[in-house]
């Protein structure tokens, strides 16, 4: 299936490219804010839990956990309080999509807390942002108190009865803050180590209180549902596999993230089920220099590598999970032409999990540490062909999805090695023979670093 990208109406993205875009007078003069009137007085709490049901929305966060099963989730007729929690640590590498909402257009964010809050009977919500974005934090705290002083947060929005407060806080510059649960940890104060589930945060959350996390973009497409109706959100995307029971569909817009060896990397909108080659040629201008992509990062670099043959592949919650990836995660691609090595894009992705690694698994924590020291000895030319093996070990036997993590940093930690060597094991061997000549073939221990005053290359 593909869809004719060039030809779609931005809606997440409608406002971003007017002058003070940032702001309530043009957010309200695009229609901003219809949404939340119409909700507070139409509609019941239990009325927007229904629509959002009803289109089908799965969060945008990576997951694609379906938004209104994870919001029924919580205790029915609970005395309170129940959190929202919204999750900005955008810090997958390559991902830049809740940065632009953020800057250009946060009333959006703003309407869509707000709505889901409501929905969930939430009376605090609380903004998780990621440090290393000033800009974003200085407009997301502008149009909230801009909301304050419209009437749209505080005591009794608009008349309606319900009371909301909104605060921002702003993360230290963690990867595994991502995970919902190391975020509710940081948030009250503490070490940012992932809880073990469950009890699950619908349940027993911030403060030991139930609460639901979403993402940014999850919170802008709730707007649109409420202000467009299921139906117009079901129309759009890919919908359920009649002949797959589980298969709940990938509905409605989603922005994508192009970054790396493309002639206009940025931000885009198009319907979800677009493939990766029209994502690279039709919205990025297709690869530069008039190359060709060797491999791309679906959706951060979390999900492991696609390789040149799969790029036909839809970029749908389904689509790459067919060719080994670990999921869409959060769209946004990373293309490497065919100059790029694949032994330059091993070795950074393993020193980046090594990096920000929390360290309360062990598997992780050693697993993530022994394949950088890995990679840095095959980057210095003493690399065996056995280490691959010992790589592919590693990538197998770490993560969730094996049941040896709390969270899911150490998933995303192997996807990469997993995929890079069983798509271009040919290119590892290759350069691991040529490095080193007279060694590669070795298979008695060596040690994991090498250099001649002992220290790491």
């Known amino acids: 299936m593909s869809f004719p990208v060039l030809n779609y109406e931005p809606v997440l993205l409608a406002n971003i490219h007017k002058e003070n875009s940032h702001t309530l007078a043009v957010y309200e003069a695009a229609g901003g804010y219809r949404a939340l009137r119409k909700a507070m007085k139409e509609m019941k709490p239990d009325d927007v839990l229904a629509t959002v049901r009803a289109a089908g929305l799965r969060g945008r966060g990576g997951a694609g956990f379906p938004t209104a099963l994870k919001w029924s989730f919580l205790p029915k007729d609970h005395p ?37 809050a409501y929905a969930t009977k939430s009376t605090t919500a609380y903004f998780y942002i990621r440090y290393e974005y000033p800009l974003s934090c200085q407009r997301m705290q502008a149009a909230i108190d801009e909301a304050y002083a419209a009437g749209f947060l505080g005591k009794n929005i608009l008349g309606s009865g319900y009371s909301l407060d909104l605060f921002i806080h702003r993360g230290a510059g963690a990867y595994v803050c991502g ?21 699950f945060p619908a349940v027993e959350g911030l403060f030991r209180k139930p609460t639901v996390v ?3 973009e999850t919170m802008a497409c709730v707007v649109h549902i409420i202000d467009r109706g299921a139906e117009w959100f079901r129309s759009i995307g890919v919908p359920p596999n009649p002949q797959d029971p589980r298969d709940v569909g990938s509905l409605g817009p989603k922005l994508f993230g192009i970054s790396g060896h493309v002639n206009k990397p940025g931000c885009y909108e198009a319907p979800l089920g677009i493939t990766a ?40 919650f389904a689509g790459p999970l067919k060719v080994g990836c670990l999921g869409l995660g ?41 394949s950088m020291m890995i990679m840095e000895r095959i980057k210095a030319g003493k690399g065996r062909l056995i280490d691959l093996e010992y790589l592919a070990e590693i990538g197998n036997t770490i993560g969730i999805i094996p049941g040896t ?46 250099g001649t005053n002992g220290k790491p290359h």
Not at 179 to 199: H, Q, V
């Open 405 to 450: 993590t709390i969270c899911g940093l150490a998933d995303g930690a192997a996807w990469p090695i997993k995929t890079c060597i069983r798509k271009f094991r040919g290119e590892l061997e290759d350069y691991i023979k040529r490095t080193n000549p007279t060694g590669y073939a070795v298979e008695v221990a060596v040690p994991a670093l090498t």
């Open 80 to 116: 309170g309080p129940i959190y929202l929690c919204v999750n900005a640590d955008e810090s997958e590498p390559g991902t830049i999509v809740n940065r632009v909402q953020m800057e250009e257009d946060p009333h959006q964010i703003v309407e869509g807390i707000i709505l889901s």
């Open 214 to 216: 979403n993402n940014v």
């Open 330 to 370: 959060t769209a946004c691609l990373i293309v490497m032409d065919e100059t790029y090595s694949m032994v330059d894009f091993l070795y950074n992705s393993c020193r980046f999990y090594a990096h920000e690694s929390c360290g309360q698994c062990t598997p992780c924590r050693e697993g993530t540490h022994w």
């Open 277 to 316: 080659r029209q994502a690279i040629d039709e919205l990025a201008g297709g690869v530069w220099k008039g190359r060709k992509a060797k491999a791309v990062i679906p959706g951060g670099l979390s999900t492991g590598l696609m390789s040149y043959d799969e790029l036909d592949t839809p970029l749908d």
């Open 179 to 199: 995970e919902e649960t190391g975020l509710i940890e940081s948030l009250e104060g503490k070490r940012a180590w992932p809880r073990i589930k469950p009890p």
